[in-house]
């Protein structure tokens, strides 16, 4: 009568290194950040084109502040106070710029995972959505600072540096605070916003669309209806959102009409308010699929 033997195949007890349940998240932030990197059509040519967006900026700020200059706008009778303004101007490029970069890198991130099915892999290895959220989010917002942050503060360095005295730069130095925060706020924005909008629906291409008709088209309405009737409406536009907020740091107008710009609390609150609401909605999709799916953590 023959008797069943038992082999040894090989089996050998995992030894390795432990890693904490709340360093989950950086395993998809390390992935998303990888992902907008690894091809030219995503990442790489909205960076390089803001780089040349910086790069022309300073050009120009370094040129208005010299001396020829200044003779020259006095000699007009213009203010050579005018430098000042590019800081905050250089948001209308740094805006448009963060757009198209996030609509190749935040929107098909929630999106994309559904469409591929990727979800049963994330929660087969037991990943909670708040690491996926955290993680998500935290990786867009990294590589989006480089357009929307990093640009605003390399021109405030650069205005520092362009002072003609000491006394010149302690006037100066809260030009790199407020450049910082408008920085934040940009990146929270177009990083967050988005994803909330990746997050909406099942398909890239329609999350692209949609925060394409928000962000353009819906912004340009509510901005016109703003101008005919009551500007406190202009704060369902980000954009219009982020021009205040900006405009009210660096105490400057656009055409002297205070009473016609947005509020800068009702800005905020705005900003805020569409940050959460999109958290909320990635949380919720994540949540979703994790009840839905195979395995699952608490």
Same mark, same amino acid.
């Given at each position: 009568m023959s008797t069943g033997q038992i082999h040894d195949l090989g089996?050998?007890?995992?030894?390795?290194?432990?890693?904490?349940?709340?360093?989950?998240?950086?395993?998809?932030?390390?992935?998303?950040?990888?992902?907008?990197?690894?091809?030219?059509?995503?990442?790489?040519p909205w960076f390089i084109l803001s780089l040349l967006a910086i790069g022309i900026s300073t050009a120009l700020l370094y040129a208005f502040s010299g001396t020829l200059?200044?003779?020259?706008?006095?000699? /007009? /009778?213009?203010?050579p106070q005018f430098v000042a303004v590019i800081l905050p101007?250089?948001?209308?490029?740094?805006?448009?710029?963060?757009?198209?970069?996030?609509?190749?890198?935040?929107?098909p991130a929630v999106a994309g995972d559904i469409q591929s099915g990727a979800f049963t892999f994330?929660?087969?290895?037991?990943?909670? +959505?708040?690491?996926?959220? %955290? /993680?998500?989010?935290?990786?867009i917002a990294a590589m989006l600072s480089l357009i929307t942050l990093l640009g605003q503060v390399v021109l405030a360095a650069a205005r520092l540096g362009l002072s003609d005295n000491l006394d010149?730069?302690?006037?100066l130095l +809260?030009?790199? +605070?407020?450049? *910082?925060?408008?920085?934040?706020?940009?990146?929270?924005? !177009?990083s967050?916003?988005?994803?909330? !909008?990746?997050?909406?629906?099942?398909?890239?291409?329609?999350?692209?669309?949609?925060?394409?008709?928000?962000?353009?088209?819906?912004g340009a309405m509510v901005d016109r209806l703003a101008h005919a009737t009551n500007p406190a409406i202009g704060a369902l536009d980000l954009s219009e959102c982020l021009r205040a907020v900006a405009l009210?740091?660096?105490?400057?107008?656009?055409? /002297?009409?205070?009473?016609?710009? *947005? +509020?800068?609390?009702?800005?905020? %609150?705005?900003? !805020?308010?569409?940050?959460?609401?999109?958290?909320? *909605?990635?949380?919720?999709r994540v949540r979703s699929a994790q009840r839905t799916g195979v395995g699952g953590a608490s």
């Open positions: 089996y050998k007890r995992y030894v390795g290194s432990r890693r904490s349940v709340a360093t989950r998240w950086r395993v998809i932030m390390r992935h998303q950040m990888a992902t907008a990197w690894k091809t030219w059509w995503r990442f790489k200059f200044r003779v020259f706008l006095r000699a /007009g /009778g213009a203010q101007l250089s948001l209308f490029w740094s805006n448009a710029i963060a757009f198209f970069a996030s609509l190749f890198v935040a929107v994330y929660f087969a290895r037991s990943l909670r +959505p708040r690491d996926y959220v %955290i /993680g998500k989010l935290v990786g010149q730069v302690v006037d +809260p030009t790199l +605070p407020k450049a *910082l925060a408008i920085g934040v706020l940009g990146t929270l924005i !177009f967050a916003v988005p994803l909330g !909008f990746s997050a909406l629906v099942t398909k890239r291409s329609h999350a692209m669309a949609l925060w394409i008709a928000y962000y353009v088209v819906f009210e740091l660096f105490d400057l107008r656009m055409g /002297g009409r205070r009473n016609m710009d *947005l +509020p800068v609390g009702v800005a905020l %609150i705005s900003i !805020f308010a569409h940050v959460t609401a999109a958290l909320a *909605l990635v949380f919720w």
